[in-house]
């Protein structure tokens, strides 16, 4: 007689785990959830009396190779708010607030602990971002991945009023607003790899930095939509570029609406180990610049500029500057 656990599913332990982290999971839900973890699908509540014309907006998205280097230095206490950012921060960028989030674990041994830290890393950003944990699925997979690899994927939900849709109304003249990155966010990570192998780079030493390269290197991706949705709604934003692989040109030119645009180069302030890796590396500046986000993580298209620029100021501690304009 065979069973499931012999072919290398622990079903009563997927239910275990699950079942000791609901409290943590928990913490993300408000007044809207009406059905979440445990169930077969999610319920959220929307109260359509608050929307004249109320649209759905849903992005899917992983971590990407980061996700390796995580790994390989077990510091993955992070990688869950690198998860919800890759999604939130899109979902904000059609002109939607993100209301709820579920995620995809899939491994080929369910490991206590690497789980734990995964879900509760994926509860932090959830908690950061606003928006409620309500699901998702654990898929202990032998023989398609190996015993202690796993990956992740996840998927946000948000709702934005029909006549808030990004971009919208993109004029010559109009303001390109960076909001600074936290780092390399969760693009370029093969390249970075291939750079920290080749060069022989130890990234557990802290070189000229204030901490371990590592450390800087595994820094979360920032989540923006909780400080850009209430100025979407005060009609302050006319377009958001997510800059994530492709650049920041290739993102920006996704939401002008078929206008050109000018960088001010000279005021992109690319973090110092950002470019340590880019020189050791001998990558090219235009490389640079389309597979990095070079210290920006989201520019903001505006008319407004000095609102918006005084409204963010008053939110966040990191700088938010004039990066360009349209033309």
């Not at 077969?40 to 990407?64: C, R, W």
């Not at 991945?145 to 029909?162: P, R």
């Not at 750079?195 to 800087?216: A, S």
Request: glycine share 10%; proline share 3%; hydrophobic share 40%.
């Amino acid at each position: 007689m065979s069973t499931y656990k012999e072919a290398g599913v622990d079903i009563d332990k997927a239910n275990t785990l699950i079942e000791e982290l609901k409290k943590d999971i928990s913490k993300t839900y408000n007044k809207d959830v009406l059905a979440g973890v445990g169930g077969f699908g999610a319920l959220v509540n929307v109260d359509l009396k608050e929307y004249k014309n109320p649209v759905l907006s849903i992005s899917t998205d992983g971590v990407g190779t980061k996700l390796i280097l995580a790994k390989e230095y077990n510091k993955i206490d992070w990688i869950g708010i690198d998860l919800v950012a890759m999604n939130v921060d899109d979902v904000v960028c059609t002109g939607a607030k993100p209301i709820c989030f579920v995620d995809y674990f899939a491994c080929g041994k369910l490991e206590e602990e690497t789980y734990k830290r995964i879900i509760k890393s994926i509860v932090r950003g959830c908690e950061i971002a606003g928006v409620a944990l309500v699901g998702g699925e654990t898929a202990e997979m032998p023989g398609m991945y190996k015993d202690s690899d796993f990956d992740l994927n996840g998927t946000a939900l948000g709702i934005a009023e029909k006549e808030n849709i990004l971009p919208k109304d993109v004029k010559e003249g109009d303001k390109l607003i960076a909001l600074r990155s936290s780092g390399f966010h969760s693009n370029g990570y093969s390249l970075i790899r291939k750079v920290l192998k080749e060069k022989k780079i130890n990234p557990e030493k802290n070189y000229t930095f204030e901490k371990p390269l590592i450390d800087l290197l595994l820094e979360p991706t920032r989540i923006y939509c909780n400080i850009l949705y209430p100025l979407i709604k005060k009609g302050l934003i006319k377009g958001l570029a997510h800059i994530t692989g492709g650049g920041i040109i290739e993102n920006t030119l996704r939401v002008t609406q078929g206008k050109k645009i000018q960088i001010y180069y000279e005021k992109i302030k690319t973090p110092e180990f950002m470019n340590f890796i880019i020189k050791e590396g001998n990558i090219p500046k235009e490389e640079s610049f389309r597979v990095f986000n070079m210290g920006i993580g989201m520019i903001i298209i505006t008319d407004k500029e000095e609102e918006v620029l005084n409204d963010i100021s008053k939110l966040v501690e990191y700088e938010v500057y004039t990066v360009g304009k349209v033309v």
